[in-house]
């Protein structure tokens, strides 16, 4: 049922037919996704840049973190039990519909060792489940630069207060969403001195 072709085209790219849907990105959305069209043998294959799935989660959190919504909101399908098998370490780099065939032609290139190789997959369907919240963004402060403090850190590196503890120096946090909001309390709860 799950129809891959394998092959190489004219300039050497590996070149793979899916007969069904690309689904970039192995965070939450793509996960559900996948365990939607495993459900209803649909074939498809998961693209992912890193090396494990939902990598936000995993590797851009800081230790206190825990969701607000209830549960029932926040269940994540279980790779695992849906048998889903991303291409890790494999970054979509662009992705054209071709009028003409009705088809999608996917370009990726590995992000694993120091060989660059590239894939081209066609398929019917293209799903964007890159997510929203990736890139970290410091705003550009004037005299930032000539600040003579710790250097700052984006919300993505906190962990924990524990390394802000008794400094006796001022913590400004910038930015009162929920990320702003909870690392302030964690470095109020670390005896820190933060303002926001
Ligand atoms: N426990 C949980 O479940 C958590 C959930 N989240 C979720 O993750 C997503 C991202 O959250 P978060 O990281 O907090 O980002 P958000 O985008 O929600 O918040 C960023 C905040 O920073 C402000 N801001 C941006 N630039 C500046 C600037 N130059 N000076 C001052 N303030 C600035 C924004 O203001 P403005 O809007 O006016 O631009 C906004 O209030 C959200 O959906 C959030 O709900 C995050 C952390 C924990
Ligand atoms: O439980 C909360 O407080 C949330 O903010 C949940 C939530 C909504 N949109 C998000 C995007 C990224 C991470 C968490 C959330």
Known sequence: MFSFSEQNNLFG??????????????????????????????????????????????????????LHLPKRFCQLPKAQKFDIKPQFNECVQSAKFDEACKLWCVKTVSTAGSVRSETEYICQMLVVATGENVEGVIPKIEGLKEFSGEVIIHAK????????????????????????????????????????
Not at 33 to 55: M, T, Y
């Open 157 to 196: 590196d906190y962990k924990t207060g524990v390394k802000y503890v008794y400094t006796g120096k001022n913590d400004l946090v910038v930015g009162c969403g929920n990320s702003g909001m909870e690392v302030s309390l964690d470095l109020a709860n670390h005896n820190a001195k933060p303002s926001w």
């Open 13 to 66: 790219r590996r070149c793979v037919w899916i007969n069904g849907l690309v689904i970039a990105g192995a965070g939450p959305s793509g996960l559900a996704i996948s365990a939607c069209l495993k459900d209803q043998g649909i074939p498809f294959v998961v693209i992912e840049r890193s090396d494990c799935i939902a990598s936000l989660w995993q590797k851009r959190t800081y230790d206190r973190l825990k």
